[in-house]
């Protein structure tokens, strides 16, 4: 997530805002989010809720594990209508998907549908 701030300003740029998911508590977001000095909100993902509806649970982990909740590692992005227009996922649960290649993938799909 500290990549991701990283980068905040070029996805401002073209109009893309950010925001991170977790299913950790509350409190360990804040803590999280002030010692990073994170420009973008950490959303709390309860009970998996949306991770679930954007079908990136990792199946390896059944309620009442203590990993349940974890997503297969990745970035949505997500229209303002709600709807999921490109996923990017990579495997194991260390890496992330190169922002580059995400920037460049919104900049042209953006462009490709006259955004």
Partial sequence: ????????????EVGVNLAGMTYDS?????KFHDDQALDYPLLQDVDATH????????EEYVPGDRG????????????????VALKF??????GRPPLEQVFDAIVELEAAQGG
């Fill in 68 to 83: 349940y909740g974890i997503p297969h590692p990745g970035i949505l992005f997500i229209r303002p209508d709600g709807i």
């Fill in 51 to 58: 991770v679930k509806a954007y079908q990136v649970l990792n």
């Fill in 26 to 30: 509350r409190e360990m977001l804040k």
């Fill in 1 to 12: 997530m500290v990549q991701l701030a990283q980068w905040q300003e070029k996805f401002a």
């Fill in 89 to 94: 996922a990579v495997a194991g649960y260390r």
